[in-house]
Nanobody, 122 residues
Framework: VQLQASGGGLVQAGGSLRLSCTAS????????MGWFRQAPGKEREFVAT????????YYEDSVKGRFTISRDNAKNSVYLQMNNLRPQDTAVYCC????????????????WGQGTQVTVSS
């Protein structure tokens, strides 16, 4: 599975962005999908995950109520809608695919896409 993320950019605090991640290959629906982020000088951290069928989601506490993860298996895509963005959300965001249920650790993900930069100005 190859993953391609897009949609990052520069936005003011309080603004919104929608990240997209498109997968190649016929088995996208076999994987749970996740979004992670890494800010300069910090470790990569979990943001959100969604189950294979899309019925289950889980979020890191700081993004609950602001971010929404979704997927469209017909389009081999997963999305991250980010609202009410804060300067501390500034990071490189990556999508990843996991064969495990409920994966929130980086090591539980099998495939990674390149990152897309999100910068939130105050």
């Amino acid at each position: 599975v190859q993953l391609q993320a897009s949609g990052g950019g520069l936005v003011q605090a309080g603004g919104s962005l929608r990240l997209s991640c498109t997968a190649s290959g016929p088995t996208f629906s076999d994987f749970a999908m996740g979004w992670f982020r890494q800010a300069p000088g910090k470790e990569r951290e979990f943001v959100a995950t969604i189950t294979r069928g899309g019925s289950g989601t889980y979020y890191e506490d700081s993004v609950k109520g602001r971010f929404t993860i979704s997927r469209d298996n017909a389009k081999n895509s997963v999305y991250l809608q980010m609202n009410n963005l804060r300067p501390q959300d500034t990071a490189v965001y990556c999508c990843a695919a996991s064969s495990r249920f409920g994966a929130i650790r980086s090591r539980d993900y099998d495939y990674w896409g390149q990152g897309t930069q999100v910068t939130v100005s105050s």
